[in-house]
């Protein structure tokens, strides 16, 4: 990447100085955002800090040293996770978690994860400037291997964390570089021990608030520049395959073909218009489809394909899960195959309480921001935390909907009203 690279200038170039106020300062989190975008810059000027890698080990050492700046007590599990913890004024209480994670995917974008990593910090740094001092324990969070790039397994931090690990599965993972858990683990100074012991007890945690870039258009469209997450998204995979018969393209006759890839298409055409039949906040997608003997003059005998159903409602996506398996043999039976289903993935979702979505709204009224709800489709680190113990979650506007891609950007002036609205809802639950 040259050496012009400047993410600090852009950042800083809109930036409406009026709102680095009450301890909260945008140059610092601007100038915070560049020095953590250069720790595996890309050249096409993205990020990539996949991980367990070397450079998510380094960013999170550049931001356990501004954690010792400030005076935290920093600790790391064997999973990688740092905490940074701030004692309250009853250090005996259950502590806020607020944070996220800091590495990327493959070529990603600067603001995914390090935004909320950062946001939490700058609450530090507010109260040090205004000599608050919560009333129960304060800890900014680094979670491991949010993205899941390294293995197609993510949320790995949080889950070790929380103790939602199948280490039989685990320890099965191998990398794209042929390396299993246990050796990339071995390369940045941890093991599948200190893994294992990296289960926390929950009871030592009151709540948990995650600052995210929406990855979405909503709140551009409604041109807001943070706005409240009502629920996070639990996806369920289904592997659906028609069998019919494979059979010359040239010699069989249109009315006496099985073939298994028109049952498939038609089966996908209907799926798009399921979701809006039992939710508003439910999506269907079928992303991996494989037909065989995929020859040009075969008439294809069989169809694998994944549909990877999510919804913020269990209720919800088991029914459309059933409208789902209903469609496929529809379709086998229009076309007289045959079909079969298996569900190979199952994340429960989690809705976020309605008395924490009272205070987020409180604490954006508090800023005359006008509040609007909006779920997250995407997995995120208060999705596995939210499972055990209360989570909070916030948006914060992304241009254009951009996400994990170089090309990911959302403005510093965005940024900063979002690290207000954490402050005070951080502040508001503090006194509970």
Excluded at 123 to 129: D, H, M, N, S, T
Aim: charged share 25%.
């Amino acid at each position: 990447m040259s050496k012009e690279w400047d993410l600090y200038a852009r950042l800083i170039e809109d930036y409406d100085s009026s709102l680095s106020f009450n301890g909260i300062n945008g140059d610092r989190i601007a100038k915070r955002l560049h020095e953590i975008s250069k720790i595996g810059l890309t050249e096409d000027g993205g990020s990539h800090r996949v991980g367990f890698s070397q450079e998510e080990k380094q960013a999170k050492l550049l931001v356990k040293e501004w954690m010792e700046e400030l005076g935290l007590t920093i600790i790391e599990d064997g999973a990688g996770n740092v905490f940074g913890r701030m004692e309250g004024k009853d250090p005996s209480l259950p502590a806020i978690v607020s944070g996220s994670h800091l590495d990327s995917v493959p070529n990603g974008g600067h603001f995914d994860g390090p935004l909320g990593v950062l946001s939490s910090i700058e609450l530090v740094e507010a109260w040090k400037e205004t000599g608050y001092q919560p009333s129960r324990p304060y800890e900014v969070v680094i979670f491991s291997d949010e993205e899941g790039s390294r293995f197609n397994s993510g949320l790995t931090g949080s889950r070790a964390m929380t103790g939602d690990v199948d280490m039989e599965l685990q320890r099965s993972l191998v990398d794209s570089n042929g390396n299993s858990f246990e050796q990339v683990m071995n390369k940045i100074g941890l093991s599948e021990e200190s893994f294992t012991d990296a289960a926390r007890n929950l009871e030592e945690i009151a709540s948990f608030v995650e600052v995210h870039i929406e990855q979405g258009k909503k709140l551009e469209q409604q041109n807001l520049p943070v706005g409240i997450v009502s629920g996070i998204a639990g996806p369920s995979w289904l592997e659906v395959e028609f069998h019919g018969n494979a059979g010359h393209a040239g010699n069989t006759p249109m009315k006496e073909r099985e073939d298994a890839l028109v049952a498939a298409g038609e089966f996908i055409s209907n799926i798009h218009e399921l979701p809006g039949q039992v939710s508003d906040s439910a999506v269907a997608t079928v992303g991996k489809l494989h037909v065989y003997p995929n020859g040009i003059n075969v008439i294809p005998g069989k169809v694998a394909l994944h549909v990877d159903v999510r919804d913020i409602h269990e209720e919800t996506r088991t029914e459309l899960i059933q409208l789902i398996i209903s469609e496929a043999e529809n379709a086998s039976d229009k076309f007289g195959v045959r079909c079969t289903h298996q569900q190979t993935l199952q994340v429960t979702p989690v809705p976020i309480q309605s008395e924490i979505k009272q205070h987020l709204r409180q604490a954006m009224e508090q800023h005359s921001i006008r509040a609007t709800e909006l779920s997250s489709g995407a997995g995120h680190d208060a999705l596995i935390i939210g499972r055990h113990i209360p989570a909070a979650m916030l948006f914060v506007k992304s241009e254009k909907g951009i996400s994990h891609n170089p090309k990911e950007w959302s403005s510093l002036n965005d940024c900063v009203q979002g690290v207000h609205v954490l402050k005070s809802y951080v502040e508001s639950i503090d006194k509970e």
